[in-house]
């Protein structure tokens, strides 16, 4: 939750070349919307984190799941930054920088394909799919001749609102399955 508040944060930033065109009110309004969609998150994602302490984490996910999730995050972790790195050696190299943005898209939302099945999180799939669409979509438009400010600020839009979906995706499944330990607990608990 905190990592999507982040990152979506981060994409709207990238967005502000193109937003910088807006009329003032709109570009308030646009700075307003982040920092509420963010800080919500940010918010939710601190409340989760403290009442998630008060369990047992083995009570959530076993220790060898938890191992594996953690090295399968870290394998795919590490792919995702070589890839970026390739990509950006590729397309500067061959003075293509139009395509940095659309290409790292489509990167960051293939991971998520991954990950979908290392935390068992389907909705990831999701996010896969917007964020991969919209580089395709950029790539596209660029190469058709609309401009790479106004293609990319799409894309960097279309990411933010992935992100902070999936962010809000994972704090109700969060918040439903401590809910649901927590009765659990409770109703295990010895009766007077």
């Not at 996910?61 to 590729?90: C, K, P, Q, T």
């Not at 991971?111 to 596209?140: C, D, E, N, Q």
Request: charged share 10%.
């Amino acid at each position: 939750m905190i990592v999507c508040a982040a990152f979506a944060t981060l994409w709207m930033s990238w967005a502000a070349p193109m937003l910088s065109g807006l009329p003032e009110p709109l570009g308030w309004a646009a700075i307003c919307i982040v920092a509420a969609l963010s800080g919500t998150l940010l918010a939710a994602g601190m409340a989760t984190i403290r009442r998630g302490r008060r369990l047992s984490l083995a009570t959530v996910v076993g220790d060898s799941a938890r191992r594996g999730m953690r090295r399968g995050f870290i394998w795919v972790l590490f792919g995702e930054i070589a890839a970026l790195n390739v990509a950006a050696y590729l397309l500067i190299g061959h003075h293509m920088v139009q395509y940095l943005a659309p290409a790292f898209t489509l990167i960051v939302g293939l991971h998520f394909l991954p990950l979908a099945k290392i935390f068992r999180a389907p909705y990831y799939f999701a996010t896969a799919m917007v964020m991969m669409s919209a580089g395709v979509v950029a790539v596209a438009a660029i190469a058709t001749g609309s401009a790479a400010t106004t293609a990319n600020g799409m894309v960097d839009l279309a990411c933010a609102a992935a992100l902070w979906a999936t962010g809000f995706m994972s704090w109700s499944r969060v918040h439903t399955a401590l809910a649901v330990n927590r009765f659990i607990i409770t109703a295990t608990d010895p009766v007077d």
